[in-house]
T-cell receptor
Framework: KQEVTQIPAALSVPEGENLVLNCSFTDSAIYNLQWFRQDPGKGLTSLLLIQSSQREQTSGRLNASLDKSSGRSTLYIAASQPGDSATYLCAVRQETSGSRLTFGEGTQLTVNP | NAGVTQTPKFRILKIGQSMTLQCAQDMNHNYMYWYRQDPGMGLKLIYYSVGAGITDKGEVPNGYNVSRSTTEDFPLRLELAAPSQTSVYFC???????????????FGNGTRLTVT
């Protein structure tokens, strides 16, 4: 059974700092991995999707990497801003059960001005 | 585009009551999904649909029903509400010519349901 773990559960940083969020998964037979952000009382917003054949994806100040063999992904946020404060979730899709998207519990990020 | 719209935003039900959570998308997405989010449990897939008239079970379908009569709408029905169905429900949609699980998901803002 796939398990997705995100560490740390909460992170507080000063504005301008570069930071890394971690996501690990137990079954490396994945189809793809997505990073989402969730603002309080809102739905999830897809940030980046990495296919299993890819090593990384970039969007603006965000860079996500994937090491499928070791079961790890990182989300790098450059020059953090208060508007980046949110909960960040990663989710993996299995090769064998494509409909199932297994989510981590998220990292709650606070960027202090 | 409004994206994915969910109604209502909040609802309190008594045990045994029924209700329908509405979901509509205006992006002409072919795939639609229902998730529930519980504290400390992450999101779990309830049902999904790959197109009008086609639905399939996800991880936690018991106690729920869905229909997909149009591309735009994907309502979720609770027939006999139970306290275990207290949760936040999210509808999502996606489009892909490569299959339902190969593109980013677009989420609605959720329906917060309490069953007492």
């Amino acid at each position: 059974k796939q398990e997705v773990t995100q560490i740390p559960a909460a992170l507080s940083v000063p504005e301008g700092e570069n930071l890394v969020l971690n996501c690990s998964f137990t079954d490396s037979a994945i189809y793809n991995l997505q990073w989402f952000r969730q603002d309080p009382g809102k739905g999830l917003t897809s940030l980046l999707l990495i296919q299993s054949s890819q090593r990384e994806q970039t969007s603006g100040r965000l860079n996500a990497s994937l090491d499928k063999s070791s079961g790890r992904s990182t989300l790098y946020i450059a020059a953090s801003q208060p508007g980046d404060s949110a909960t960040y979730l990663c989710a993996v899709r299995q090769e064998t059960s494509g409909s199932r998207l297994t989510f981590g519990e998220g990292t709650q990020l606070t960027v202090n001005p | 585009n409004a994206g994915v719209t969910q109604t209502p935003k909040f609802r309190i039900l008594k045990i045994g009551q029924s209700m329908t959570l509405q979901c509509a998308q205006d992006m002409n997405h072919n795939y639609m999904y229902w998730y529930r989010q519980d504290p400390g449990m992450g999101l779990k897939l309830i049902y999904y649909s790959v197109g009008a008239g086609i639905t399939d079970k996800g991880e936690v379908p018991n106690g729920y029903n869905v229909s997909r009569s149009t591309t735009e709408d994907f309502p979720l029905r609770l027939e006999l509400a139970a306290p275990s169905q207290t949760s936040v429900y999210f509808c999502a949609s996606s489009y892909s010519a490569l299959g339902p699980f190969n593109s980013p998901l677009h989420f609605g803002n959720g329906t917060r349901l309490t069953v007492t």
